[in-house]
């Protein structure tokens, strides 16, 4: 059965999310439609891409995904599908592939569907549903769009080396309110290289154990780990890391190699 997700900022107490989903099956009834969130903050690139990235991967090939963000129509952002290690994407061209894709994309076109202008205000129910059922069904890229080789670039922020300093921030708030940083297992080994550590954060809190779960340590007390996205986490085992500990998006947090 195909599969078509959606990674939104719609949320689900307006008619948004209702009138996308009714868009594709009035389409294509058959299809499996996923939710990966609705609840991405409004506008919020960054999180899509983080979540997105992080989750695409574990459904079949030949999955579309659909994007929701930043999607209104402008003069000068261009909509997409492309087609990255054997999934489609279709999504507004506003930096998130580029946030999202660690390796060149195997094709990418600019989508020259035309909309109905009853839908005028929201491509996400035209444009986007149209293109996904078409690559839901195995339709081709170069059928529904012009190739491209530009997107809009942005750039994550990246950990910084200093002597024996990792200096990374938070970047994402799970809704277990556990912490997670721009700090990523590979980048992390290939700077220890099996010296002891110890992570510096708000409060002068610290932490120099890695732990493998969070139920390595007493309720309540706190660890860092590398979850399932492989980024470093800071978590409190059954508890609110975030809120507890005052971590915040965008706040730094140190790792010193002994």
Not at 71 to 79: G, L, P, R
Not at 80 to 92: E, P, Q, S, T
Not at 131 to 148: F, R, S, Y
């Amino acid at each position: 059965m195909a599969i078509i997700t959606l990674t939104t900022d719609l949320g689900d107490k307006d008619i948004y999310q209702a009138a996308l989903k009714g868009s594709i099956y009035k389409l294509m009834p058959t299809v499996n439609i996923v939710d990966i969130t609705n609840s991405v903050a409004a506008f919020n690139v960054q999180q899509a891409a983080f979540i997105l990235k992080n989750s695409f991967y574990y459904f079949p090939e030949d999955t579309v995904h659909l994007i929701g963000i930043d999607t209104v129509y402008n003069d000068h952002t261009k909509y997409l599908a492309v087609r990255y290690k054997k999934h489609y994407f279709v999504g507004a061209d506003n930096g998130i592939f580029s946030l999202m894709f660690d390796t060149e994309p195997e094709e990418i076109v600019e989508i020259n569907i035309m909309q109905d202008l009853k839908f005028l205000h929201f491509p996400l129910a035209d444009i986007f549903v149209k293109t996904a059922c078409h690559l839901a069904k195995g339709g081709a890229l170069n059928e529904i769009g012009l190739p491209v080789s530009d997107i809009e670039n942005k750039m994550n922020l990246q950990p910084v080396i200093e002597k024996n300093l990792i200096k990374g921030v938070v970047i994402y708030i799970d809704s277990f309110q556990n912490v997670i940083t721009n700090i990523t297992k590979e980048f992390f080994n290939s700077v220890q290289q099996g010296r002891q550590f110890v992570l510096n954060f708000k409060r002068n809190e610290t932490i120099n154990h890695l732990s493998w779960h969070y139920n390595e340590v007493p309720v309540g007390e706190k660890l860092c780990l590398f979850g399932i996205s492989d980024h470093l986490e800071i978590a409190i085992n059954k508890g609110n890391a975030s809120g507890l500990l005052g971590l915040n998006l965008n706040d730094k947090v140190i790792i010193e190699f002994q």
